[in-house]
């Protein structure tokens, strides 16, 4: 089994057991997502780049701060992984080669020319 497939796996048990805990505290049966998740990859024809899903998922979670406007930048907010990915923190707040990895991308270079940041 592939490392993507486990995180797969991984994330439909969260998700099911998520949907169990509301479902039980609320008292109802059903659905309490709108739809299935799915893993896929993004073309992006004006860079001639396949971006995948996760790299979207991190480069929205990386900007929260700055579109909160607690931070100007990136790499201002302390809390974040970008901060690992960027070389301003030689801490372990993240796997940076998994995260490479699973992306598709190599260094921080091709994070910023994939996410056009």
């Known amino acids: 089994m592939t490392q993507s497939h486990r995180i797969s796996k991984a994330i439909a ?26 893993a896929r990859k993004l073309y992006d024809e004006t860079l001639n780049y396949t971006i995948s899903a996760l790299l979207i998922c991190i480069h929205y979670v990386h900007q929260n701060p700055v579109r909160a406007k607690l931070v100007l ?12 990915y960027a070389n301003l ?18 260094d921080l270079i091709s994070y910023r020319r994939a996410c056009k940041c």
Do not use: P
């Open 89 to 106: 923190r030689t801490g372990s707040l993240c796997n940076k080669m998994l995260g490479y990895a699973l992306s598709d991308l190599r």
């Open 13 to 38: 048990v969260l998700l099911r057991s998520y949907t169990r805990a509301i479902q039980k505290q609320e008292h109802f049966t059903g659905s309490l997502f709108q739809q299935k998740t799915k």
């Open 73 to 84: 930048s990136m790499e201002d907010w302390e809390f974040s992984s970008y901060r690992d």
